[in-house]
């Protein structure tokens, strides 16, 4: 099946730097690939996704960026604000076929900005 | 409009004691998830429902986890008996897509603790 690795684990910047989380996956097949922010005591929540047919997704302060040939995905948040303290999950999935559906989550990276 | 709601948000039994969480998807969502999410860790698919149907129950550990959906719309897990490896937070999920992609909306989680 499909194992996602993520790094850093932990991720400590000051408020206005940027902070980049990236993954890496097993599955060629998979081609849906999101990004899910979770604050302490609630469920994860999609903040911006990408399929394998675009290279890089922007959202105002929050990037994405596909590389299918090596397999990994990254998360970039520029000027980070504190509220940006959370979190961070990306996962990966197969759109069609037996395994459509199945959505597996990296490991986490805590993010932590410091004011 | 009503997020996807959990309860109970929190549950201590004892070992061999039987748990029951439940689930409320957003109205209109035929497709439900259960995660299980360990302390620290990314949250792993246990079941998958698309309307009644478990279309993907692989990675429910059978022996003492169950979960029905009986009209398509509430969903129940149930644990019996617990061990102590069983503490996680129970996350429930809910999309309106069966492809496997787009948005999950998740739950705030049940967290149970066996002691």
């Known amino acids: 099946g499909e194992n996602v690795e993520q790094h850093p684990s932990t991720l400590s910047v000051q408020e206005g730097d940027s902070a980049v989380i990236k993954c890496t996956y097993s599955?060629?097949?998979?081609?849906?690939f999101p990004w899910y922010k979770q604050e302490l005591g609630k469920g994860p929540q999609l903040i911006i996704d990408?399929?394998?047919?675009?290279g890089e997704k922007k959202d105002q302060r929050i990037a994405v960026t596909l590389n299918k040939t090596a397999k990994h995905f990254s998360l970039h948040i520029t000027e980070t604000q504190p509220e940006d303290s959370a979190v961070y999950f990306c996962?990966?999935?197969?759109?069609?076929?037996?395994?459509?559906?199945?959505?597996?989550f990296g490991q986490g990276t805590i993010l932590t900005v410091h004011p | 409009e009503a997020g996807v709601v959990q309860s109970p948000r929190y549950k201590i039994i004892e070992k061999k004691q039987p748990v029951a969480f439940w689930c409320n998807p957003i109205?209109?969502?035929?497709?439900l998830y259960w995660y299980r999410q360990n302390l620290g860790q990314g949250p792993e698919l246990l079941i998958r429902?698309?309307?009644?149907?478990?279309?993907?129950d692989s990675q429910l550990p059978k022996d003492r986890f169950s979960a029905e959906r009986l009209k398509g719309v509430d969903s129940t897990l149930k644990i019996q008996p617990a061990e102590l490896g069983d503490s996680a937070v129970y996350l429930c999920?809910?999309?309106?897509?069966?492809?496997?992609?787009?948005?999950?909306?998740f739950g705030e989680g049940s967290r149970l603790t066996v002691l």
């Open positions: 999920a809910s999309s309106p897509h069966s492809s496997g992609t787009g948005e999950l909306f």
């Open positions: 429902y698309e309307n009644e149907e478990a279309v993907d």
């Open positions: 599955d060629s097949a998979s081609n849906y």
């Open positions: 109205s209109g969502h035929n497709t």
């Open positions: 996962a990966a999935s197969i759109t069609g076929g037996t395994s459509y559906g199945k959505l597996t």
């Open positions: 990408i399929r394998s047919n675009v």
